[in-house]
């Protein structure tokens, strides 16, 4: 049993990490009511973390090999724990917000080293049940959230999806700091501090931009401005990594065409897949009238058809190009996202099932094909560097798909209420936001209207995660040429530890 105590405290973490990705979605009704929480604030609810994991990934992963894997991974692990005891306490959206980013920033320090820990305390057949260990676990996580989600909220409270952290995090310090063994990168490595800054920037004024789109207007200064200086920072972030002596993320490595389709396949596979989940769940619950719990389990065929094609596909698949496995799954999640945009004002959840379950299998493909079509496409002494922007931009993508999708559905409603309620704006804002009750007992509009509005929202947003699916699909068939990649080596998996992050799933 001791032989495996360090995959047990490291699976604890990143079980609790990825949870807390989608555990939120079907409580986020709850936490408008109890928050008065606009819409906007429910997506930074989502976006907070997802963000600060997607800005923070790759420069903790660097700084880490410098001061210690177990050292920063345990002070990650106590900084989500805080925060998540910080989340449950709070009493306005505001501080609520605020706390989920302190905890994507535990999260990212947690998620960085988990690899790395497991690289450095497994060798041989023993690694690669380690890693296939941790990846089952992985995509559990993802699994069990909304359903976890919806039982806590709907018997406790949902503040209680941030409580049930704290003795999961003092099993996992506790443990870690018994049986896991510290390690390091090569000597002489040095944080990538300016990276890390230009990168946070890049993502969070650009994230920030899209959020507030809806209210100041695409076309504003406002807009213009935040998107104008995440653009700068971008390129700040690229010139500073060209001159780094230990770059967290290498620019000349999109020179590939096949390492830069894999990026856009790892943005796309989230913004997608899930990126549209968080408004479903606000429909089923505020205007269908399901419970938490119920919300949680009409997403379950997704996670469900994920899961079972991963395991199965795992086998059939093996030795079949990861373009082809890569591109095949974008494909079928941009279908399966096509398939969901047929919502009207009388539909119910069995109109979701077939989409859902097609996205689920387009995710199964594509996502165990993922890391291993980036780590072909780089020599093997950057597989660490790929696996690990393979995550930074999944997380990437999903902040800004939450924030993307969420805005063209709010704007779409606003539409659709134009000449139905005296301010279309703010009722489509506050109907998006959860507000479904409070309007319909305040007559602002026939029931009929306001569930038509819904769910045309709903149904534009899935039609462009469906175009965002399918043209990735199209871009990594075009122009991903890598082959098939083989199971890393001990010598690959030693080299790929001089690298900054090797978390590649998520």
Same mark, same amino acid.
């Given at each position: 049993?001791?032989?495996?105590? *360090? ?17 939120? &979605? ?19 609810v989502i976006d ?118 704290? *003795? ?82 290498? *620019? ?11 990026m856009a396949a ?94 689920g299998v387009g ?28 995550? &930074? ?61 819904? &769910? ?43 690298? *900054? ?6």
């Amino acid at each position: 049993m001791r032989k495996w105590a *360090p995959l047990i405290a490291v699976c604890l973490g990143t079980f609790m990490l990825l949870l807390d990705v989608t555990i939120v &979605t079907v409580a986020l009704p709850d936490m408008a009511g109890a928050l008065h929480a606009s819409l906007a604030s429910l997506q930074w609810v989502i976006d907070a973390y997802a963000l600060a994991l997607a800005a923070l990934l790759l420069g903790v992963g660097s700084a880490a090999d410098v001061l210690g894997r177990r050292r920063v991974y345990v002070a990650g692990t106590v900084v989500f724990a805080v925060a998540s005891l910080a989340c449950g306490l709070s009493s306005s959206a505001d501080v609520l917000v605020a706390m989920r980013g302190v905890q994507g920033v535990g999260g990212a320090a947690m998620f960085a080293t988990t690899l790395s820990l497991l690289g450095a305390e497994y060798q041989g057949r023993d690694r690669g049940v380690a890693f296939g260990v941790w990846g089952a676990v992985s995509g559990a996580a993802a699994a069990l959230g909304p359903v976890l989600g919806g039982l806590l909220t709907q018997n406790l409270d949902w503040r209680w999806i941030f409580y049930v952290n704290l *003795p999961v995090s003092v099993a996992a310090v506790a443990l870690t700091l018994r049986v896991v063994g510290e390690s390091r990168g090569r000597a002489g490595q040095r944080v990538d501090v300016f990276g890390t800054l230009s990168w946070t920037v890049f993502a969070g004024t650009g994230v920030y931009a899209v959020v507030r789109a809806d209210s100041v207007g695409w076309g504003s200064a406002a807009t213009l401005g935040t998107l104008g200086a995440a653009a700068v920072a971008l390129l700040v972030f690229w010139f500073v990594e060209l001159r780094a002596a230990d770059p967290m993320l290498d *620019p000349r490595l999109f020179r590939g065409a096949s390492f830069s389709g894999v990026m856009a396949a790892a943005f796309a596979i989230s913004a997608a897949a899930f990126g549209v989940l968080p408004y479903t769940s606000i429909w089923l619950q505020t205007v269908l009238g399901f419970s938490p719990l119920g919300g949680g389990l009409v997403l379950v065929p997704l996670a469900a058809a994920s899961f079972v094609t991963a395991a199965v596909g795992g086998r059939l698949l093996h030795g079949v190009s990861a373009r082809l496995t890569v591109g095949v799954g974008m494909l079928l999640i941009g279908a399966g996202s096509l398939a969901q945009a047929v919502l009207g004002a009388g539909s119910n959840w069995p109109s979701l099932a077939p989409g859902l379950v097609v996205a689920g299998v387009g995710v199964g493909v594509a996502t165990p094909a993922l890391s291993q079509a980036a780590l072909a496409s780089v020599p093997p002494h950057r597989a660490g560097m790929a696996g690990g922007a393979v995550n &930074t931009f999944r997380q990437l993508g999903y902040a800004l798909g939450v924030a993307l999708f969420g805005t063209l559905a709010a704007s779409r409603m606003t539409h659709a209420l134009t000449g139905a309620a005296a301010d279309p704006h703010g009722t489509a804002q506050a109907l998006a936001g959860g507000a479904a009750q409070h309007l319909l007992a305040a007559r602002v509009a026939s029931p009929h209207t306001l569930r038509a509005a819904f &769910t045309s929202g709903l149904d534009a947003a899935a039609l462009a995660a469906g175009a965002v699916g399918i043209a990735a699909g199209v871009l990594v068939l075009l122009v991903v040429r890598a082959p098939a990649a083989p199971v890393p080596t001990a010598r690959q998996s030693a080299q790929a530890e001089a690298e *900054p992050v090797r978390a590649d799933a998520g």
